[in-house]
């Protein structure tokens, strides 16, 4: 599924502008950077964040949840498909050595 990235993995980055103090990245970074997209939709959701267009909000904003939810899909499919893959190896590897 969706997770955070490590500050390492991280592939975003936060710039102040208009003269805001710097502190305000860090506050940025400990607020988003260990949301879950779950987290991330209740935060958002609220009332009190505005957005210059309502109806934006209400269509883009489920988007989170759901490209969370295919990617969790695509998590299980990959596990899936791993374990067949060792499943075959391993039985390739058996047969070899019987036939030894």
């Not at 955070?4 to 506050?27: G, I, M, T």
């Not at 299980?76 to 047969?95: G, P, S």
Request: some cysteine; glycine content about 2%; hydrophobic content about 35%.
């Amino acid at each position: 599924g969706m997770v955070p990235a490590s500050y390492e993995e991280r592939r975003w980055n936060f710039v102040c502008v208009h003269d805001a103090p710097r502190y305000l990245e860090a506050a940025l970074l400990e607020e988003w950077s260990t949301c879950t997209p779950k987290k991330a939709y209740e935060k958002l959701w609220l009332p009190d964040v505005s957005v210059t267009n309502q109806k934006d909000k209400e269509l883009q904003l489920p988007k989170i949840l759901e490209f969370s939810s295919v990617f969790d899909t695509t998590g299980m499919l990959e596990t899936l498909k791993n374990r067949v893959h060792d499943l075959a190896r391993r039985r390739i590897e058996a047969r070899r050595k019987a036939l030894q």
